[in-house]
């Protein structure tokens, strides 16, 4: 002993002292562990209820949903169980539940390594023990402390508790979703039944919800996701033989029906729990029970009660005109992408229609609401609301021909040839009339020219974030295929609201902790997505009620009397899905109308969602700034935009004419006697338009082009049958002599005799402008500038007279100059410098 002792080279002493540290070290673990007393479980309810999370509106003031005020919690004894829940709760969260000693050794090393050198996948997989001492005595913080003391407190409540006893405690402290704790009151919240009751796919659900009870709950979004978890329940049964084969077969096959959910106090219920959820998301679940936050939350309470009142009402009214029971509406503002309110349904508490289901959030087929994001990529790219398609029927799957017959070997089903909504069409329509009147077969024909990939980029750019795979829509999504959120198309639409401007939607204004500590707080992070002109083009066109009147009339309820609203409808196929979206700078307001199930309406997007739309704008512009939007550029220069995109269907080759001489323009030709004249050869805009290269130059073999035939074929018919009715330009009308009318040259029409520069003037003293005219020509109108500064513009009889000392740029030596212009539209210019005392 005393050679290996040597050997290793440690002294006697050192090692009698190493021993005597750890057998102190054990001393105290084991001094620790007897301290430690078990928890009083009966403590649970009060500490839940004092740190409960409470949820408010924007003000900070009023309470919309205090997480823990009406817990619900019914004890009840082991014999009270039935054993399917036992059973399924064992198997889901513990299936060694009866053979450890409180904690699995696996499980533990997993926990050490995770802690300490962060490998591994972390603390999943507590025992049942464990599980309940976090539920009541510790934080589920990863610390080493923190997990001794589960370790050791498991390992001594399960020395001194039977197994039953445990499980019994479990299940009466488990969360079964809200303000639900404890299986006997989750058996009468949701099937009105004891929890000794409990049918086996019954038990197997509860078992499913307290992983996630928000996610998981029965009356929120996630169905399939607690069905898979049930399912999964169910299967783990099977495994550890605690259900036979059939008693599997038949759970799997059991209709389980689960009871309308009481109203509770809560305020805005599809907020709290759109909130709630991601709470539960970012801080985890054990925070949001009982770290008692004060969550001050984007909601408009008074708008939101109106908002609620105005659904209900047109939801009933929708039921009771065109067969569609529910609906939703999302306020976001645009400035700060903050959500003002959310109606996720007519009534939350309506078990009728799923009311708990928040609509607000589902994906539906957005139909025409989705064509503003192709018009403006289409405007990105050198499309203007005055371009021209051609609105007749078409056929646009290249497998079929131009009459939408399918070609030999190809399915007659693949053929797509869409209508519009009256089911007729109305040949040449301009892109504003069409986006206005929401035609769909220019919009199809858009898509193709703007891109596919291109329109779904500038969507997902804007908000629209479930638009993953354009290989699944094809050119069907611009009317309707994919799905999106009624919040994600209303963030997206408020984007052309602001300009261009992108501010992620939220709900947070401000989360603390219980001791006031700022754990987040919204902070703006504007993001440019869309050229401004686009998004102001866009919002032109939509505010445009002229241009909608052929489809909605004068008066429907998009227009709002005095007040400039951008607005856009939406219809599904059958009426399964309408629509209404639209905006002010001030705020942007999307509502959803229809049926849960899918069942088609008798009608779609203004009838039924635009009522409900128009009631709450008019509420919402009451209280918010009447704001107008800005003017987008749409000026073209016709010596750069090729015709065909600035409205002349009729052709894209042109001449330019002096109006005045009749003869061809010449450069100096002004643009005020500029006439355009565009030789008639109508075709497809793909004859003349690259879409590849929208402003670049005709394509040299058009038919190269997939579509080109099939849109080609429909024009010339139709020119055929109608060009009776137009006027036609031909190349013989060019004229051969040049405009000898404006030359260029800087024709003298007046001299200035006064002022003068021999003289020098008084500030004060009034100055009046007398010239000689020398021309024969009559002088229209004349531009005065001081300086370089404008300061009139002046007809006949041309008086103009000024006083020095109102200049605010007067100096000692000042320019005078006049710019003239005769009834030609010649101009000439003319200067003089005039001095006055200092």
Known sequence: MKRNTKKIGIPKNLLYFLIGIFILFVGIIIIYVSSLKIPDFHSFEDRKIINSTKIYDRTGEILLYDIHQDVKRTNIPFEKMSANIKNATVAIEDSEFYNHSGVRITSTVRAVLSNLFNVGIGGGGSTITQQLIKNTLLTSKKSIVRKIKEWVLAIKIDSSMSKEKILEYYLNENPYGGNVYGIEEASKTYFNKNAENLTLAEAAYLAAI??????????GKNKEKLNTRKNLVLSRMKELNFITEEEYNNALKEVVTFIPQAKTGIKAPHFVFFIKDYLEQKYGVEAVESKGLKVTTSLDYSLQEKGETIVKDGAFKNKKDWNGENAGLVAIDPKTGQILTMVGSRDYFDKEIDGNFNIATALRQPGSSFKPFIYATAFNKGFTPDTVLF???TEFQTTCNAYGKALPGHNQANCYMPQNYDGKTVGPIKL?????????????????LAGLNESLKTAEDMGISTLTDIGRYGLTLVIGGGEVSLLDITSAYS????????????????????NGNILEEYKPNPKEVLPKNTALTISNVLSDNNARIPTFGSSSTLFIPGKEVAAKTGTTNSNKDAWTIGYTPSIAVGVWAGNNDNKPMKKGGSAVAGPIWNSFMVEALKILPSEKFEKPNLELDPMLVKPILRGYWQGNENFFIDKISGKLASEFTPKETLEEKVITNVHSILYWVNKNDILGPSPSNPSEDSQFNHWEIPIQNWWSQNNEKYNKTTWAEKPNETDDIHTGQNLQMITITEPNINDIYERDQKIQLIFTKLTTSQIQKMDIFINDIFVDNIKYPFNFSFTPEDLDNLRTENELKIISYDTNYNRSENTVVFKVKN
């Not at 307290?210 to 009356?219: D, E, G, H, K, M």
């Not at 504003?432 to 193709?448: E, G, H, T, W």
């Not at 984007?495 to 219980?514: C, R, S, W």
Request: proline fraction near 10%.
């Open 210 to 219: 307290p992983q996630s009870p928000t996610t998981l709950s029965p009356y």
């Open 432 to 448: 504003r009339d069409a986006l206005a009147q929401s035609r769909n077969i220019p919009a199809v024909k858009l898509f193709y």
């Open 495 to 514: 984007v052309f609201a602001n300009d261009g401007i992108k501010n992620q939607y939220t709900g947070i204004l401000k989360i603390e902790d219980m």
């Open 391 to 393: 609105d007749l029927p």
